[in-house]
Structures are given as structure tokens and as C-alpha cells.
């Protein structure tokens, strides 16, 4: 990130203002270089019985054989989102970052709150791993090899799918998430996915299910993510170093929003493309 985009994205605060929505978009839609030539894409591959049940797939043109495989779960506040818009390079930019990598990449979709309640989230993404575990090696992905990444209601979605799924994939990153929404700020977005009883909050933390997971987790969050997001990841790290003597994997994002982490993969420089890699060699 240059200092010019950092002064930028401090100076619209951290609240999820629909200038810092529109302006943090703006910022990176211009840096973003597109698909790259070598990168295959196989669109609107269905997963599940729902008409949101559809992801993406990011390969090489060259074909490999057996590599590690990076899916993505976009945020929306559960009740808005895709993997896609027309016009758009997000979330394609994460799936072209995965082929330049050599991995395979995939990006999906989930159904959405109001109609689509909790734990609506947490079963796309178990059905979504379901599929990729049985079919990604047509593709040239390594089924053993699945990781799974979620930003925001994307995070929550897939720390459901950890804390509850049994979860047969490699490792999972968790970006921006909430973790216990009954010590979040009431929020209509969660009224929409939760229900509007918030004592009946209580079963759908999934912090201890995180602690507990048999799978490598990397949680980060960034400078001027909004105070829920802050208190969620220090509650998380508290909790878990609590229980294990030992920190998570944590990485506090310098300068970043709650958007611009993922909207900077793909472009020269990216801070959490760094973490993303690093994580992965190590699994």
C-alpha cells in the first residue's frame, strides 16, 4: 500500500459509510490489471440446490496436477453480495491471484439472509467444500489441499463451517469476522440472519468451535475495521491464548479497512496476499 492510499483510506474513517463503501472500491477498481491470460474460468458451477449454490473456478491454462486449492467467501452483511458483478474485478481478482500462485481458485456464493437465516452461511460453505472435495481434481486442485477464506459475513460463514461442520479442508482464514454476535453491537444486518429474539443468540458463537478446530486458522484485522470487528478478534486471540498458552495466528492489518485487504489482492504490493502465502507454504 503506498502512503498516498493509506492517507486515503484513514481519511474515511471506519465506519461502513457508503463513501468508504464507494470510495475504498474506487481506489483499487482502478489498480486492478484484470484476469490474467494464462487463467481458465469455469462460471456458475452449481454446488448445492439453491440458485445462489454456484461458484467459480480459477485454474492455469496449462493445467496442474494436485495443488493447493483457494476458496473464497465474499461479505455483504448477509444480505447482499456475489462472487461476481458485471464490470467489476472483484472477487475475480482472488481466484487470478490463486492461478498466479499456481493454486486453483474458486469463489462462491451463498444464500442470503432474510429468506436464508442462521446457519444458512455455515451449510453453503459445508456444501461448497462437499462438492470441491469430490469434483476439484478434474479441475486440478488437491481435494486434501482446500482452503477456505471469508471476509466479514464471509468470515462468519466460514467460522460456522469450522466451529460445526466437521471440517474437511486444510486450513481457514478469517477476515474481519464476528465470532459471538451476542457481545456485538445490535445490528439490523444481524437481526436479518440471527432473528430478531437475541437471547437465542447464544448457540450461534463460534469461538469455541474455533479454539478447539483440528485445522491450522488464520484470523487478521485491520487498522480501521469499525469496533465490533476489533473487539471480535481481540476477544478470539484473548480466548484462544487463554486455552493453548500460546497466540493464534493473528495479523492487524496497517492502514487497511474493513474492504481494502481483499480489493488490493491481485495488485503490486498486496498486504495480505503476503499472510495468505505464508500460511499456506507453512500448512
Same mark, same amino acid.
Given at each position: 500500500?503506498?502512503?498516498?492510499?493509506?492517507?486515503?483510506?484513514?481519511?474515511?474513517?471506519?465506519?461502513?459509510?457508503?463513501?468508504?463503501?464507494?470510495?475504498?472500491?474506487?481506489?483499487?477498481?482502478? @489498480?486492478?490489471?484484470?484476469?490474467?491470460?494464462?487463467?481458465?474460468?469455469?462460471?456458475?458451477?452449481?454446488?448445492? !440446490? %439453491?440458485?445462489? $449454490?454456484?461458484?467459480?473456478?480459477?485454474?492455469?491454462?496449462?493445467?496442474?496436477?494436485?495443488?493447493?486449492?483457494?476458496?473464497?467467501?465474499?461479505?455483504?452483511?448477509?444480505?447482499?453480495?456475489?462472487?461476481?458483478?458485471?464490470?467489476?474485478?472483484?472477487?475475480? $481478482?482472488?481466484?487470478?491471484?490463486?492461478?498466479?500462485?499456481? *493454486?486453483?481458485?474458486?469463489?462462491?456464493?451463498?444464500?442470503?439472509?432474510?429468506?436464508?437465516?442462521?446457519? !444458512?452461511?455455515?451449510?453453503?460453505?459445508?456444501? !461448497?467444500?462437499? *462438492?470441491?472435495?469430490? $469434483?476439484?481434481?478434474?479441475?486440478?486442485?488437491?481435494?486434501?489441499?482446500?482452503?477456505?477464506?471469508?471476509?466479514?459475513?464471509?468470515?462468519?460463514?466460514?467460522?460456522?463451517? #469450522? !466451529?460445526?461442520?466437521?471440517?474437511?479442508?486444510?486450513?481457514?482464514?478469517?477476515?474481519?469476522?464476528?465470532?459471538?454476535?451476542?457481545?456485538?453491537?445490535?445490528?439490523?444486518? %444481524?437481526?436479518?440472519?440471527?432473528?430478531?429474539?437475541?437471547?437465542?443468540?447464544?448457540?450461534?458463537?463460534? #469461538?469455541?468451535?474455533?479454539?478447539?478446530?483440528?485445522?491450522?486458522?488464520?484470523?487478521?484485522?485491520?487498522?480501521?475495521?469499525?469496533?465490533?470487528?476489533?473487539?471480535?478478534?481481540?476477544?478470539?486471540?484473548?480466548?484462544?491464548?487463554?486455552? %493453548?498458552?500460546?497466540?493464534?495466528?493473528?495479523?492487524?492489518?496497517?492502514?487497511?479497512?474493513?474492504?481494502?485487504?481483499? @480489493?488490493?489482492?491481485?495488485?503490486?504490493?498486496?498486504?495480505?496476499?503476503?499472510?495468505?502465502?505464508?500460511?499456506?507454504?507453512?500448512?
Amino acid at each position: 500500500m503506498t502512503p498516498e492510499i493509506r492517507t486515503q483510506l484513514a481519511g474515511f474513517g471506519a465506519e461502513l459509510t457508503p463513501d468508504m463503501l464507494g470510495g475504498t472500491q474506487a481506489i483499487y477498481r482502478a @489498480l486492478q490489471p484484470g484476469l490474467p491470460r494464462h487463467a481458465k474460468v469455469t462460471r456458475d458451477i452449481r454446488y448445492g !440446490a %439453491h440458485e445462489r $449454490n454456484r461458484l467459480d473456478i480459477f485454474q492455469h491454462d496449462d493445467g496442474h496436477d494436485g495443488a493447493p486449492v483457494l476458496v473464497f467467501v465474499h461479505g455483504g452483511g448477509f444480505v447482499q453480495g456475489d462472487k461476481t458483478s458485471e464490470g467489476s474485478p472483484f472477487y475475480d $481478482n482472488i481466484g487470478a491471484f490463486a492461478v498466479d500462485e499456481g *493454486w486453483v481458485g474458486v469463489t462462491m456464493t451463498y444464500r442470503l439472509a432474510p429468506d436464508h437465516r442462521w446457519p !444458512a452461511g455455515g451449510e453453503d460453505v459445508a456444501a !461448497a467444500v462437499d *462438492w470441491l472435495r469430490e $469434483n476439484i481434481a478434474q479441475y486440478g486442485g488437491d481435494p486434501e489441499r482446500i482452503f477456505v477464506m471469508g471476509q466479514s459475513a464471509g468470515a462468519v460463514h466460514v467460522a460456522e463451517y #469450522v !466451529a460445526r461442520f466437521s471440517p474437511k479442508i486444510a486450513g481457514a482464514l478469517l477476515l474481519s469476522g464476528i465470532y459471538d454476535v451476542t457481545t456485538a453491537l445490535p445490528s439490523p444486518l %444481524h437481526v436479518a440472519y440471527y432473528g430478531e429474539d437475541r437471547a437465542a443468540y447464544g448457540p450461534t458463537a463460534t #469461538v469455541t468451535g474455533i479454539i478447539n478446530a483440528k485445522i491450522p486458522v488464520l484470523i487478521t484485522v485491520s487498522e480501521y475495521d469499525a469496533e465490533d470487528f476489533q473487539m471480535q478478534a481481540a476477544s478470539l486471540a484473548y480466548r484462544y491464548t487463554q486455552q %493453548h498458552k500460546a497466540m493464534p495466528r493473528l495479523h492487524w492489518l496497517h492502514g487497511h479497512n474493513h474492504l481494502s485487504p481483499v @480489493l488490493e489482492i491481485g495488485t503490486p504490493g498486496s498486504d495480505l496476499e503476503r499472510h495468505i502465502i505464508d500460511f499456506i507454504r507453512a500448512v
